[in-house]
């Protein structure tokens, strides 16, 4: 067990980042349970805390008795530094047992930028960070999320993946682990590693190998043992009031990034954004029942305290009996002081009754995403929504009261002129005109939030080149050279991280060499603006002597095989293709959960169906 | 309003959280106990409830108060049972008290304005010689007055802190830690930290231990001589 002296705690930054014992945080017997799971989300404390999705599994392995389930972030920089000169390995929040001690560590891929910290964190734990070197003593490294439709970057060290959701998946991991020790680990670590490649969803590296052609682009994968499936499907839960859901959530001391409770609406999105990695890889749309969702909402602030509740999922205003729910809500908790809130809202008047109705009182300001500045990209990337839709929205938000909009766009998207950039400028113009028509005088704030797009895998713009950081920096420029209104606030992002997750989120498993190269040369929490090091980045890829245009800003042939297509969300690469030549046709596609079905091909290859509770009862 | 006064411990748990994070825990506690909490007016509700001092990060205490109010009479043992079953390890009440109006409907004094006194206790290795330790403290003991020279993020000050230090500081050995106490005054214009002391002690008198090694507990709080629960 470690310890942790004051003279350490009291020369740290929010030392509760690391004292544990919060409440619902579960306490169990190390030597009565037969698995010891530790789950990681490589950031800081309030980072990896917001996590929901590691709030499920903890709830899911600690319900089992045979499993003892421990949370670990990645210690703040200062906290290292003293970790380093003490000696103390990484440790577990609970129990303060070392990492190293446990049978699975498993890490929440959340974003590309964070890879440097999961092999900080395996130093930090004892563990070698390069899968070939562990033995019988290190605990299995076990990656999840969002960056599991593109692992080949990161897989050589990591022993296995879960693709998708984790629920059902996680335990039969345990299952396989508990027989495999019972058995007296038979065939050692590659023994177990076979069994668990024969679950569905389980990717283990090791057992492919990426072939390369004589350009040195990547042209297959070769399976070297026979529990590997040419490709790995992601799990998906079909029933999603049966599944576990966070009940008793872990409730941290001090004030995390999402400091409330989430409760999840539905998951999948299916709107189909042509740039939206989600919006493909959480397929098919499925819905919790309202009656379900008011039962957790009930049993959530009864377990945390909570006053704040965020009813979360990709687009939750999409959610089909909302309105109704919101309503129940409000009178199961009248009289408690409990606030909740849509994180996302939809471009329509619907969403804007429903965000006032939301927030009585402070009208803290609302989001929307019109994500490109004309009609015409718009159209490219599926976006279907219009200026006028916007413009109405306002209208109804301004009359409402609020004075504050936020809108999220995205630059380098496929296709985009400088016309189309000059059209963030005007939309935001309209907005702020929108608001002197209304209310007969200035006095609104419009923030346009503009990011560097990222080509990601699984989506109909996998193939597309990125636009390189000179020229995201000049389109930066010309925008905002043309904002002229004092009341348009501009912000974006720095093109200079963009690129470099551009290169990681389509590269192969040649890029392992240089994540570990700019690890050792001291990038970590590359996420943070002020510990981003970027010279230290483009310095490994020379040192590796790797050209990353090769991964960022080359467009790729359409026939060419990718390197991350054995692990797949189940949509097909004939819709992708499809979907592809229909955005440079500038044409739209029907949202299938209602529309007519698109054929992405998901709901055959993962035998799943789309749940939608307004649609059943029509 | 039900106006109560709670006698809390901050626990070696939950040491290192900060005094606003402490009041988000026993808020938290009172939400999940269902007690009918009462809340400001406006457009930002909080729950009304006070503290005597506002305790540092890194600093426990045995005996902590607080002054909250529920929106309907409830029997005091009831809202301390009910609250215990929903505090975290480390917090832990030990006594509530109604606050009784005064029969003259003279109101009673804020909390903050009650406390005069606070008896603390410090723990730490020692780190050179003992009879060099007690005669440091002695030294520091045996002066008038002593002007600490404080120097905070915003701002730098000149102050003479023994008018704050009531008995003389106090030291022995627990096990094979060195132990000071001491008993603090506070006033409506102003107080020093145990904290503070020690540096002092340490700096400028020659005792022979690392502040940063210390662990500091508050014992008590009083107000005119009494334990600030039994003045209501």
Redesign the interface.
Known sequence: MIKLTPEILQAIEKPARYTGHEWNAVEKNWDEAKCHFALALPDVYEVGMSNLGLKILYEVLNGRSDTFCERVYAPWIDMEEKMREAGIPLFSLESFNEIKSFDFLGFSLQYEMIYSNVLNMLELAGIPVWTKDRDDNDPFIVGGGPCVYNTEPVCDFFDFFILGEGEEIISEVVDVFVSWRAAGSPGGRQGFLREAARLDGIYVPAFYEPQYDDRGLFSGMKLLDDAAKPVVYKRVIKDMDQVTFVEKPVVPYIDIVHDRIMLELFRGCTRGCRFCQAGTSYRPVRERSKERLRELARKLVDSTGYNEMSLTSLSSADYSCLGEMVDDLFADFEGEKVSFSLPSLRIDSFSIDLAHKMQQVRKSGLTFAPEAGTQRLRDVINKGVTEENLLQAVEAAFKQGWKQVKLYFMMGLPTETDEDIIGIANLAKKVVDKYFEVKGRRGCTVTISVSCFVPKPFTPFQWFGQVPREEFERRQKLLKENIRDKSIKFNYHDARVSVLEGSLARGDRRLSKVIYQAWKDGAKFDGWTDLFKNEVWHEAYEKCGIDITQYNERTRDLEEPLPWEHTSPGVSRAFLRREYDKALQECLTEDCRRGKCSACGVCPALDAKVVDWRAKDV | MYKYRAEITKGE??????HL?YA??I??????A?LPAA?SEG???HMKMAFASALA??VTSDKEYMDFEMARPLNAQEVMDRLNA?L???VRILRIKPVREFKNKKKHKSLMAEVDLADYELFMPLEGDWDKAVESVQEFNQLKEYVYHRVTPKKVRDIEIKQYIKDPVKISMSGDRLKLEMSIIITQTGTIKSSDILKILAEEFGLPI?P????INRKAMYGEGKALIDLV
């Open positions: 748990e939950v040491r290192y959280i900060s994070d988000g825990v808020q938290r506690a009172i939400c999940r269902h809340y457009f930002n509700p990060m890194g929903h975290p390890q480390g690392n940063v090694r210390a662990l």
